[in-house]
C-alpha cells in the first residue's frame, strides 16, 4: 500500500515539472524543488482546513456542487463562461481564457446543510396489534427529526471529521504567444454525509453517511484554434470513499408474528417441547418497532479514473457557446463492514439452535443458529457516477452586461441498485429471505432505479466598475430519485439553487467572492410510497424502516467561497522570501519583462490575460 500511494503521489506531482519545463527551457533542480515544496504546503494548507473547520455542515451533493466560487455565484451556469483553472472540470477548452505564463488559484467552500423532518402516523391504515389484540403503536409518529452535523472523509489521514468543506486549487501555464495552455487541479467532484443524534428517529434511514469523489491529481490541456475557437481535454485520477452507519427495525408481519407468539408462550413449559420447539416460540421474537441490530461499513477506491472534453467557440463577439463531457466515473470499492445484534435478536438466533431437532431445522433452511453479537469482515461494492454533458451559451447585449443560459443533462439511469457483497453468510440476510428477500444471505441489495435528469440554468454577470463585477444565478436541480425509491440515505428532493457573488481585480490578485443557497420546501414521503422508506407490501424492499408514517422535509443548504487567482511568482516569491535558509533568486519574469510588445496604456493585469482580457471578466471601456 505504501508503494502504491507514492506512486500516487508521483503522477500527482509529475505535472507540476512539466509547468517548470514549459516555462524556461533552462531547468534547474532549485526551481523544481522549490514548486514541489509550494504543492506539498498548498495541500498541507488545504486539510488542515478541512480538518479543523469549525462550522457542521451536512450534505449529499450531486454533480458540481461545491467546486468553484464563481460557478456557486452563477449557479453552476459556466460551460460557456469557464471559471479560470477550475474550466479543468467545467469546460477544459475555458483554461485558453487564462492569460500568458504561469497562474495559481486557490481558495475555500465552506458549506451548511439544515435538514428537518418530521414522521406521522397514516390514520388510513391499522397498525400492529399485540398477542392481547392491542394496538400496537409507532414510537416515531410525531417525532421530528432534525440535523446540521455533517460527515466527511480526509484523505492521508483516513479519518472523518464533522465538518463540510470543499477545497480550491488550481495552476495553469501557457508560453507566451503559444496556443497550448496546460492545467491541473484538485478538487471533490461528488462529496457530502451528514449525522443524526443516537435518539433521532431518522437513524434507521441513515444514522451517519459520507459519500465523495476527490480528483486528486487532474491534469489537462488546451488549444486555441483560433481567436474564435478552443477546445479542451483533462484526466483525472479519483478516489472514492463511502461509509454508512444505520441502525435496523423490520416492521412488518413476519416480524410481528414472532413477538406475538413469544410473549403468547413465555413462562409456558412442557417436557416434549423443551426437547423439540422449547416456549417461548422464537426465544420472546422481536417486535416490529425494536431495535435488531446496526451495520456499518466503511469502503475505498483509490483509483478512479474519469476525463472532460470541452470546447468553447464565440463566433461573434456579442456570442458564446460552450459544450463539455464528463465521463461517467466507476468505481470498485472494498473495505470492512460490522453487524452487531440486539439482544432479543441473539435470543432469537439461540432458540433456533437450541434443539437438536431446531438445529437440523435451520441446517435444512439455512437459518442461523449460531448466537453471534458481531458480525464483522470484507464488503465490497460498485458505484457509478453517471456522465455528464453540459451546454451553455453567454450573450453579451451590451459591453458590461452578459447573460447566460445552461442545460445539463446526467444519465442517471446507469445506476440501478447498491449491491453490498459481504464475504461471509449475514444472519440478517438469512433469515430476510421469509420476509420475500431474494437476493441471497451474501448480498444486500437495495434498489435506486435512478432516472436521467435535464436540469436548466440561468445566469447574469454586470461590469459595475472596471475593478468590480457582479453575478447571480438560479438553476433547477430536479431530484434523479423516484419516489417508489425514496429513502434517507441517497436520495436528494427537487431543489432550487440560488447564487450570487461579485469578482475584484485587486493590483495583480483577482478575487471571487460568492454566496450560494439551495432549498427545497415541504418535499412529503407518503406512507407506502416507497419501498426504500415506508412500503406495506411485504418484501417490497429489505430497507423499510417507516412503514404507516408519513414523513415531511425542509432542506436548506448554505456555501460561501473564497477565492484568488494571481500570478504564480506572487506566491513563489512570498514563500521563499519567508524561509530560513535561501536557495537562490526564486523570482520570475513577468510577462512585461518578455522580449514581447506591450500596450503600455494598459496595467499589468491585462497584458498577463490572453488578448488582454481577464479570466472571468471581459475589458470594458
Known amino acids: 500500500m505504501t508503494i502504491f500511494f507514492k506512486s500516487m503521489m508521483f503522477i500527482a506531482h509529475l505535472p507540476l515539472s512539466v509547468f517548470i519545463f514549459f516555462q524556461k527551457r533552462n531547468l534547474s533542480f532549485i526551481k523544481i524543488m522549490r514548486l514541489h515544496v509550494l504543492f506539498y504546503a498548498t495541500g498541507v494548507i488545504c486539510a488542515a482546513t478541512l480538518l479543523f473547520y469549525l462550522p457542521h455542515a451536512k450534505a449529499a451533493f450531486n454533480e458540481s456542487m461545491a467546486i468553484d466560487t464563481k460557478a456557486i455565484s452563477l449557479a453552476n451556469n459556466v460551460t460557456a463562461d469557464p471559471p479560470g483553472t477550475s474550466s479543468i472540470h467545467y469546460n477544459p477548452a475555458g483554461l485558453s481564457l487564462m492569460g500568458d505564463g504561469a497562474y495559481i488559484s486557490f481558495g475555500l467552500i465552506p458549506v451548511l446543510m439544515d435538514k428537518k423532518g418530521r414522521f406521522e402516523k397514516d390514520n388510513s391504515r391499522a397498525g400492529f396489534h399485540d398477542f392481547r389484540g392491542d394496538v400496537e403503536e409507532d414510537p416515531l409518529a410525531g417525532k421530528e427529526t432534525k440535523t446540521n452535523t455533517g460527515n466527511m472523509f480526509i484523505p492521508v489521514l483516513n479519518d472523518t471529521a464533522e465538518a463540510l468543506a470543499g477545497p480550491i486549487f488550481g495552476l495553469s501555464y501557457r508560453k507566451p504567444g503559444s496556443k497550448w495552455t496546460f492545467g491541473y487541479a484538485t478538487y471533490a467532484q461528488y462529496a457530502g454525509g451528514w449525522k443524526f443524534e443516537p435518539d433521532d428517529p431518522s437513524i434507521y434511514g441513515a444514522k451517519s453517511v459520507y459519500i465523495q ?72 421474537g422481536i417486535g416490529p418497532y425494536d431495535y435488531v441490530g446496526n451495520l456499518t461499513l466503511d469502503m475505498r477506491d483509490d483509483f478512479s479514473p474519469s476525463y472532460n472534453l470541452g470546447a468553447l467557440w464565440e463566433p461573434f463577439d456579442w456570442i458564446t457557446f460552450g459544450l463539455c463531457y464528463q465521463s461517467a466515473v466507476k468505481s470498485n470499492l472494498s473495505g470492512r463492514f460490522a453487524f452487531e445484534y440486539s439482544e432479543d435478536w441473539q435470543r432469537m438466533v439461540a432458540w433456533s439452535g437450541s434443539t437438536a431437532i431446531m438445529q437440523i431445522a435451520s441446517i435444512i433452511f439455512d437459518l442461523p443458529y449460531n448466537v453471534e453479537a458481531k458480525q464483522t469482515g470484507t464488503v465490497n461494492t460498485t458505484v457509478e457516477f453517471p456522465q455528464i454533458v453540459n451546454f451553455g451559451i453567454k450573450l453579451t447585449p451590451i459591453k458590461r452586461l452578459s447573460l447566460i443560459g445552461e442545460l445539463h443533462w446526467a444519465e442517471w439511469s446507469s445506476v440501478q441498485e447498491n449491491n453490498l457483497r459481504f464475504d461471509q453468510k449475514i444472519q440478517l440476510l438469512q433469515l430476510a429471505k421469509f420476509m420475500g428477500y431474494t437476493d441471497g444471505p451474501y448480498n444486500m441489495v437495495i434498489p435506486r432505479k435512478f432516472k436521467d435528469t435535464l436540469n436548466w440554468g440561468v445566469g447574469i454577470e454586470y461590469q459595475l466598475l472596471d475593478w468590480l ?153
Open 469 to 621: 463585477q457582479l453575478r447571480a444565478g438560479y438553476e433547477n436541480r430536479t431530484t434523479s430519485t423516484k419516489e417508489q425509491y425514496y429513502d434517507l440515505m441517497y436520495a436528494l428532493p427537487t431543489m432550487q439553487y440560488y447564487g450570487a457573488g461579485m469578482g475584484i481585480k485587486w493590483s495583480d490578485i483577482d478575487i471571487d467572492l460568492a454566496l450560494g443557497y439551495m432549498t427545497s420546501k415541504k418535499h412529503q414521503v407518503e406512507a407506502g410510497s416507497s419501498s426504500n422508506f415506508s412500503s406495506y407490501i411485504l418484501g417490497a424492499g429489505l430497507q423499510n424502516p417507516y412503514r404507516g408514517l408519513n414523513y415531511e422535509e425542509e432542506i436548506s443548504i448554505y456555501m460561501a467561497s473564497l477565492k484568488a487567482t494571481m500570478p504564480l511568482h506572487l506566491i513563489t516569491d512570498l514563500v521563499f522570501d519567508l524561509l530560513p535558509i535561501k536557495f537562490g533568486s526564486a523570482k520570475v519574469k513577468k510577462v512585461s519583462d518578455l522580449n514581447t510588445p506591450v500596450d503600455l496604456s494598459m496595467n499589468f493585469i491585462d497584458n498577463v490575460r490572453f488578448e488582454n482580457q481577464y479570466y472571468f471578466i471581459e475589458n470594458c471601456d
Open 213 to 284: 469523489h476527490l480528483n486528486y491529481a487532474a491534469p489537462a490541456v488546451s488549444y486555441r484554434i483560433n481567436n474564435n475557437l478552443s477546445i479542451g481535454a483533462s484526466f483525472a485520477l479519483g478516489q472514492t470513499v463511502m461509509g454508512v452507519s444505520l441502525d435496523a427495525r423490520s416492521p412488518n408481519e413476519i416480524v410481528n408474528i414472532t413477538k406475538v407468539l413469544g410473549d403468547a408462550t413465555q413462562n409456558m413449559s412442557n417436557p416434549i417441547f423443551d426437547l423439540t420447539v422449547p416456549f417461548p416460540l422464537f426465544g420472546g
